[in-house]
């Protein structure tokens, strides 16, 4: 380690110091974070530190003496590191800090002695008193002061320099002396009883003053122990020389620079018997003759003090006055650094503080002439919000105020001091105070609230912060319920003022001058500035919606909306009137959306004013506008249908489908198209049930519409598919009448039948799965508009009207069903016919054709049609035999009249009628009434499409019987039974029985109709849904058994049989 040379190193508390500095600076951690910053007040301070540890080593815990040497040390390492910056040279680039670093080692040393000079090894110490200083420079509080008063210096040092004989310690201590006098006569020169509410007050006063003025003495004496032996005989303070106006001269009292009279270097027994002087006197310094016995009352009653003015609280509000003015102009022009600064200076509030105590103004008093300063200032618009807010802040918690604190009796906030012991005056100045602070608040919440319609606003926060927080809180703020009502009345009125202000500039700046240029867009913009102006307002006052009782929001609501309300109302019936008159319609979405625009704000209404009702009905303004969009979608119904029937190919929609992809995107598209529609009502969420259930009644109208031509379309060309010819059926259309008669006489003698089996195609069978698709998705449709629901609303809400054409409908529903014939006539050779039935009007409209019934005299059809009729009408049923060559024949003709009358009572009836040649007709007629009724819409919708699948069910399997017929016929068994056998036979004697036919006999006999089967069923199951699937199987399975039955003799039915034994 190097040695330092340099005189004064050698001590050896220096050098612990230092080696407790050195193990400090070698740390890891403070190296990398000198080589980061690289301040010099880092050293210092961390020597600092490790010094004081030094010292401390081996001393008693209330041993001070070390505290001497701790300047000496650090001013050693300050040479040190102003000499090592000189020695390599690095002064020359650090001027400033060079010369800061002399600058602090001058302070820390206390005597001109060169810090080599030890102290010797008696450890004697110099005590050095330091002069008196009346220097202005020297003197900090009084450089406030003359800067506060915008007094010069040399003005300043003018005034001390004329005053300073007068303005000593011995005039202090009189001073002192005679006010406590004043206190025990209870002059009018001081607080007396009379100035307190209670005596405890006084009396709790009086004993702080006695404490406070005793230190106060005490202190003096302190610094002139020879105070105590003058005698106290004159006591009467000489007065210092007057002004050319014949005012006292300022009181300013002079310090030495450090603030202090001495500053010492002794020894550790020294300062301990001075410091305990001051600690160890008691409160009660008698044998000081506080109570001269040659002063009376009279003479304390004229003197005039030196040091306490004639006015004390008086003149500290005037001095609180200016330096308050000044410290706020000299924050605002240092206000760059943009953090909080305090009401007051710290050399304003050690200023402060320092003329209370000479003064003796009591700490409740100052608190409350600061406020009413700050007051005072508030109202002048000096200060803003923020700083009154301060203000209340520093009452309820000053800042500390250092040693002399411990000569002021009470040092806390304002709420920390009992009421009781405050003066009368005061006690009426701060209730005056927080009064005047609330009217003038209240002024400018009312200003505040005057625009809190305005899109940027001031905060309304400050002020109630203030209100609720500092006045309101506060006991002794008193307001009557008056105040608060009629503050509440004139508010309320204010904000409606305005908000009807805003209204009207909405209306000027969203509606045209010209009311032939008014849409409804105009309407929506208007209620959507409302709407926005009052989701604003909520928003921003949402955690505090009144104030002072009173809701911006529900002002804004109670005075905006009743005026757009009345407005809009107007405006919709002129602007529908001016398009009547052009012969023109407005525009469908435009409806809607003002519609949309409309129900928000009634429901914003309903929320804010739920007494009161809206000022229109909106739905009944506007239902047109969906009854328009009803009809529109009603005009389109059929041929949105045709084209999606036209744009599908029919197919399944992938390789290996699930029964959710068997059906094609017409019967999707189809439904998407219903859902669409009804959505569009759900949207509006159309708030009229009555409307909303005639709606929905309208629509399924509409959807049975569609539905009946998806129906029709869809069955008809199934039917063409299903009546395709073969090949040799298309080459046999090809030939001559002649050709077709000789291949019919060669196929006869031949006593031959040929059939080709019906081949289907799946592009069929998806149409069967898309009809059942459609009855899966109407019953869904059916669940999501509540048909039911929707009945009962319309069922409780109808109309006389109404109700009387429920009773007598004018069109009523035949559903006729061409059940089955009996006994009809033969018309071919075979002794048998192919019967048919159409069914025609009066007028030989037709209007139904079942389908062939092949080689039967007792057919059965089910087959059943819906005619619609509004009084009676007679329908013919005529009965054909179909015939492949040649013109069809006639096998009978009856007819039958349809009367509502006859069917009132809605009950289904069966009806036999003759036929006018031989036979009977099975006719199951039923009626309903044609009802606007949903239920009816959808019941109806229901029967179209069950029995449009059955239709297409039986067409399948009729092409299936048939073969099934053939290959299960009375000649295909005769075939099978008479195997052996031939007609020489016949001729030869009698032999015995053929055999019975073998089961590989009969299975190859049924082998074609096998292989028919699987070549079918496996389409089928490729593209049948399983629901299709199975009904398709069940009848088919149903005809196979019909077929076997028609082969016993006798037969198991009642029916002739047209089999021979």
């Known amino acids: 380690m190097m040695k330092e040379r340099l005189p004064g190193y050698n001590d050896p508390a220096v050098k612990r110091s230092f080696a407790e500095a050195y193990t400090a600076f070698t740390e890891a951690t403070f190296r990398r ?19 004081v540890k030094s010292l401390q080593k081996g001393k008693a815990p209330g041993d001070d003496s070390w505290k001497n040497l701790l300047d000496r040390h650090v001013a050693l390492f300050l040479r040190l590191l102003s000499n090592t910056m000189k020695d390599h040279g690095y002064d020359k680039d650090r001027p400033e800090l060079m010369s800061r670093l002399a600058t602090l080692e001058k302070k820390l040393l206390t005597d001109d002695q060169d810090l080599s000079s030890g102290a010797g090894p008696s450890d004697s110490y110099i005590e050095v008193i330091n002069p008196i200083s009346y220097d202005v420079k020297d003197m900090p509080m ?13 003005q300043v040092q003018s005034d001390i320099d004329a005053n300073k004989k007068f303005w000593t310690e011995e005039v202090a201590l009189t001073e002192l002396k005679s006010y406590q006098q004043c206190i025990n006569s209870q002059s009018a020169r001081v607080l007396t009883s009379n100035d307190f509410d209670v005596d405890e007050g006084y009396q709790a006063w009086k004993k702080a003053e006695s404490h406070d003025l005793s230190q106060m003495m005490l202190d003096i004496l302190h610094v002139k122990p020879e105070l105590a032996k003058s005698s106290t005989a004159n006591t009467q303070p000489t007065s210092p020389p007057t002004t050319g106006t014949n005012k006292p001269l300022p009181t300013i009292i002079p310090v030495s620079p450090d603030a202090d009279y001495y500053n010492t270097i002794s020894s550790p027994t020294e300062r301990s018997s001075l410091s305990s002087f001051s600690q160890t006197q008691p409160a009660d310094i008698s044998g000081l003759s506080l109570s001269d016995e040659q002063s009376n009352r009279l003479y304390l009653e004229e003197v005039s003090f030196v040091y306490i003015p004639p006015d004390p609280r008086a003149y500290y509000r005037s001095i609180l006055m200016h330096a308050s003015t000044y410290d706020q102009l000299h924050t605002e022009h240092n206000a760059e650094s943009g953090a909080p600064t305090p009401p007051l200076s710290t050399q304003s509030l050690e200023l402060l503080t320092e003329l209370a105590i000479r003064w003796r103004v009591p700490q409740f008093s100052r608190l409350i002439l600061y406020l009413d300063v700050s007051v005072q200032r508030f109202k002048d618009r000096e200060i803003g919000l923020e700083e009154l807010d301060a203000a209340f802040e520093l009452i309820k918690n000053p800042p500390g105020e250092g040693k002399k604190a411990s000569t002021l009796a009470h040092v806390g906030g304002l709420q920390s001091i009992d009421r009781s012991h405050w003066t009368i005056s005061d006690f009426a100045l701060y209730r005056h ?68 202000a805003v209204y009207r500039g909405y209306l000027e700046a969203e509606v045209p001058q010209n009311q032939e240029e008014w849409q409804f867009y105009h309407v929506v913009q208007l209620g959507k500035s409302v709407v926005k102006l009052c989701t604003r307002i909520q928003k921003r006052y949402k955690k505090n919606p009144e104030f002072m009782g009173v809701n911006p929001l529900t002002v804004l609501v109670e005075t905006m909306f009743p005026s757009f309300e009345n407005d809009a109302a107007d405006l919709i019936q002129r602007i529908m009137n001016v398009a009547h008159s052009k012969n023109s319609e407005v525009d469908l979405q435009d409806g809607f959306d003002l519609y949309k625009e409309l129900v928000e704000i009634r429901r914003i209404h309903q929320q804010a004013l739920p007494g009161v009702p809206f000022a229109f009905h909106i739905e009944d303004a506007l239902a047109d506008f969906v009854w328009r969009w009803i009809n529109v979608a009603d005009e389109k119904m059929v041929d949105l249908v045709d084209q999606a029937i036209l744009h599908d190919n029919f197919e399944v929609r992938s390789e290996n489908p699930t029964d959710n992809e068997r059906h094609s995107v017409s019967a999707i598209d189809l439904f998407r198209l219903f859902n669409e529609t009804t959505d569009q009502i759900f949207q509006l969420n159309w708030d009229d049930d009555v409307h909303h259930a005639k709606f929905m009644t309208a629509l399924s109208k509409s959807f049975g519409v569609g539905l009946a031509r998806y129906c029709e379309a869809v069955e008809e060309r199934f039917t063409k598919e299903m009546n395709r010819l073969t090949p040799e059926q298309e080459a046999a259309l090809k030939q001559s009448k002649q050709d077709r008669w000789m291949q019919l006489a060669k196929d006869a003698w031949n006593n031959k039948e040929k059939m080709e089996p019906f081949q289907f195609h799946p592009q069929s069978l998806v149409k069967l799965n898309n009809i059942e698709f459609a009855v899966q998705q109407l019953d869904k449709l059916e669940k999501m508009m509540n048909v039911d629901a929707c009945a009962e609303v319309l069922q409780r809400n109808i109309t006389p009207k109404e109700q009387q054409q429920l009773r007598k409908p004018n069109k009523y529903v035949f559903t006729v069903k061409v059940v089955e014939g009996e006994d009809l006539k033969a018309c071919d050779t075979n002794g048998l016919s192919d019967p048919y039935v159409i069914l025609g009007d009066e007028f030989k409209k037709r209007l139904m054709k079942t389908r062939v019934v092949s080689k039967n005299l007792n057919p059965r059809w089910d087959e059943s049609i819906d005619i619609i009729v509004s009084g009676p009408v007679n329908i013919v049923a005529t009965i054909w035999d179909f015939d492949t060559f040649g013109d069809d024949d006639l096998m009978g003709r009856t007819s039958l009249k349809l009367d509502p009358s006859h069917f009132a009572d809605y009950l289904p009836k069966e009806c036999w009628l003759n036929l006018d040649t031989q036979g009977k007709l099975l006719l199951r007629i039923g009626m309903e009434g044609e009802r606007d009724d949903i239920q009816f819409y959808f019941g109806k919708a229901f029967r179209l499409l069950k029995r449009t699948e059955r239709d297409m069910i039986r067409k399948i399997t009729d092409k299936l019987s048939t073969y099934i017929n053939l290959s299960l016929s009375p000649d295909a068994l005769r075939s099978l039974l008479s195997r052996g056998m031939s007609i020489t036979s016949m001729w030869k004697t009698r032999q015995s029985l053929p055999a019975a036919p073998t089961p590989v006999d009969i299975e190859n006999a049924l082998k074609p109709l096998f292989t028919y089967f699987d070549d079918n069923f496996a389409i089928m199951q490729q593209t049948l849904t399983t629901a299709s699937m199975i009904a398709v199987m069940t009848r088919l399975w149903k005809e196979v058994l019909l077929a076997i039955e028609a082969l016993l003799i006798p037969p198991l039915s009642d029916k002739p049989s047209p089999q021979r034994a």
Not at 477 to 488: A, I, L, N, R, T
Request: hydrophobic share 35%; proline share 4%; aromatic share 8%.
């Open 433 to 500: 105070t927080l009064i005047s602070v609330h009217d003038s608040l209240l002024r400018d919440l009312y200003d505040v609230l005057q625009h809190c319609y305005d899109a940027k606003p001031p905060s309304v926060g400050p002020v109630m912060l203030i209100l609720e927080n500092h006045i309101y809180n506060d006991e002794c703020f008193q307001q009557s319920p008056e105040q608060v009502q009629d503050y509440s009345e004139q508010l309320d009125r204010g904000l409606r003022e305005k908000a009807a």
């Open 33 to 51: 974070r000198m080589e980061q910053e690289r301040r010099v007040e880092d050293l210092v301070l961390i020597f600092y530190s490790n010094a």
């Open 142 to 154: 009084v450089l406030v002061v003359g800067r506060i008063f915008g007094m010069r210096n040399s």
